[in-house]
């Protein structure tokens, strides 16, 4: 009996451990070619095949690439699309049954130049994360590459971290923030010490009315720019209005601003948000980048988003910074943030050794 | 329990250290708004403080009987506007909507308080403005210049005011701080 006790433990240990120790699996859709120009469509399997052996390379997972992809799903009747809308990525990436889907497109630009958008969805997290670079398509093809492959493995390898650049000293910084204006201070001297010029953004007042608000700046997690962002999903299809004639003139009114609100706040918000930003570069006008910072409650720990003025761009994410060592202390944690925004990111060990 | 009294002592400590920061000096004889959320007679100490140094004080947030707490609480109308409970988990499809009115009623806040300051500039003629809130003597006061020809944060300082300090010695002591001349 106790044999038979002992196997029966002996496999479930195995089969948690290789639960437990399983290689995420990542798949690849295609990039699709926006330019117009079919003499580019080659490149929508060649581009996601790179980026899947590079990523193999580079971090220890299992990939599937589009061909593969487009098998698993044919065989729940579906087929692999050139285009998906946000709000489809989660039944895409059950029937794929992986944990990151990955797909995007390209538009060859002026100068032999290319443009290359991937969009990152992580299975259960109902979050997307889109980036973009740009760089030379024939000279700089691997260094393109490289660098896409160097944005995946920080996001999925470090919890959505992602550096579009440092954000060195010298450079001028405008904080929005949750902290008291003493712990503003505090956070400010350490800044100033560090060599960066500090913009009154936050500062300009004697209390901030929102900074202790945590709904609000929570809201800050997700920020939306023309070329990188981070959001997340939400599905206007499920949301159902019934008209017709019996509604009356009062309703279709409410119709009608309801259909704005959309508009503006959601379809055209990165135009405001892009205007307001355009604003900023002549009221801040020595602001070069927002820095939203919001603090745990111990102040132990914070979160980051960096948003390039010049450049309207998401260039910096960081979900969790807390400095090493006893005792929670708000420069430290500033300290910490800073000496992660100086320092260039680089690819796993794992590429660095082949 | 020894190491948690440390501790606790350690973190109380680190709480209340006094910082400082400076990128210039707000000497004497610089055009300066002073902000401060007190009661008239105190901010009336301040204001001497400043004036006995030759700094030339502008009126701004001392040209009537009343104070910030009287009369001008943005809180209030921002809640007005911006803070109706829009939210409304049967309609999960607006969350996005309804955080972008918040994020670009903040971005634009901030837009409108820095016009703000400007008019302060070209207005009043005022070089440097100062904030600071004083408090008891077991707490941290704080201060901060900003420089509103570029907006920047020019010094910075938190200071734990000692047993022996009075109101007009925390004051001195800042603007000793700020202007680097005793």
């Known amino acids: 009996m106790k044999k038979y006790v002992f196997i029966l433990s002996f496999g479930i240990f195995i089969l948690l451990s290789y639960n437990i120790f399983a290689k995420p699996i990542v798949a690849f859709g295609y990039l699709t070619n926006r330019s117009g120009n079919p003499n580019f469509n080659y490149m929508e399997i060649i581009f996601p095949n790179s980026f899947a052996s590079a990523f193999e390379d580079s971090y220890d997972c299992t990939v599937i690439k589009p061909l593969k992809v487009n098998d698993l799903l044919e065989k729940k009747q579906l087929k692999l699309e050139k285009y998906y809308e946000n709000y489809e990525l989660p039944q895409i990436s059950k029937a794929v049954d992986c944990d990151l889907f990955i797909f995007g497109y390209f538009v060859p630009l002026a100068d032999n130049n ?3 958008v991937l969009t990152l969805y992580e299975s259960g997290s109902n979050h997307i994360f889109t980036f973009t670079n740009i760089g030379k398509m024939e000279t700089e093809i691997f260094r393109i590459i490289d660098r896409i492959t160097l944005v995946l493995c920080d996001f999925f390898g470090k919890d959505n971290f992602f550096m579009f650049k440092t954000i060195n000293k010298g450079s001028r910084i405008g904080l929005l923030t949750n902290l008291t204006p003493e712990e503003l201070n505090s956070v400010y001297s350490v800044f100033m010490d560090s060599g960066y010029t500090v913009i009154a953004l936050q500062g300009n007042e004697l209390e901030s009315y929102y900074a202790h608000d945590e709904t609000i700046m929570n809201y800050f997690k997700y920020i939306s720019t023309d070329d990188n962002s981070y959001d997340f999903i939400t599905d206007w299809t499920r949301f159902k209005i019934a008209t017709g004639t019996w509604q009356g003139k009062k309703n279709s009114q409410w119709y009608e601003d309801m259909r704005k609100f959309y508009e503006i706040y959601d379809i055209h918000y990165k135009i405001f948000k892009n205007t307001i930003l355009g604003k900023y570069k002549t009221t801040y006008r020595d602001c ?58 680089s690819l796993p060990q794992k590429a660095k050794k082949q | 329990m020894v190491i948690l009294v440390s501790y606790i002592a350690f973190v109380s400590c680190a709480a209340k250290k006094g910082v400082v920061a400076r990128k210039v000096y707000v000497t004497p004889g610089s055009r300066i708004i002073v902000i401060v959320n007190h009661s008239n007679n105190i901010k009336n100490v301040i204001m001497a403080q400043f004036m006995n140094k030759n700094f030339s004080v502008k009126a701004f947030n001392a040209s009537d009987l ?99 300090d009075t109101l007009e010695s925390i004051i001195d002591h800042f603007i000793v701080s700020m202007s680097g001349q005793k």
């Open chain 1, 288 to 345: 070069d980048y927002v820095l939203i910072v919001v603090f745990n409650d111990d102040r132990s720990s914070c979160w980051v988003r960096a948003i390039d003025v010049n450049a309207k761009q998401l260039v910096f994410m960081h979900p969790h910074i807390s400095a090493a060592g006893m005792g929670s202390d708000i420069q430290k944690t500033t300290r910490e943030l800073i000496q992660i925004m100086q320092t260039p990111t």
């Open chain 2, 66 to 164: 009343y104070t910030i707490d009287d009369i001008y609480d943005i809180k209030d109308f921002k809640k007005v506007a911006y803070m109706q409970p829009l939210k409304n988990d049967e309609m999960i499809s607006f969350e996005k909507a309804v955080e972008n009115i918040y994020k670009l009623h903040i971005y634009n806040y901030e837009l409108q308080k820095a016009e703000a300051l400007t008019d302060m500039r070209t207005k009043y003629g005022a070089q440097f403005l100062v904030l600071m809130e004083l408090k008891d003597w077991q707490k941290v006061s704080w201060a901060r210049a900003i420089d509103l020809t570029n907006m920047e944060v020019v010094w910075v300082e938190n200071y734990p005011a000692q047993y022996k």
């Open chain 1, 114 to 116: 290319i443009k290359i």
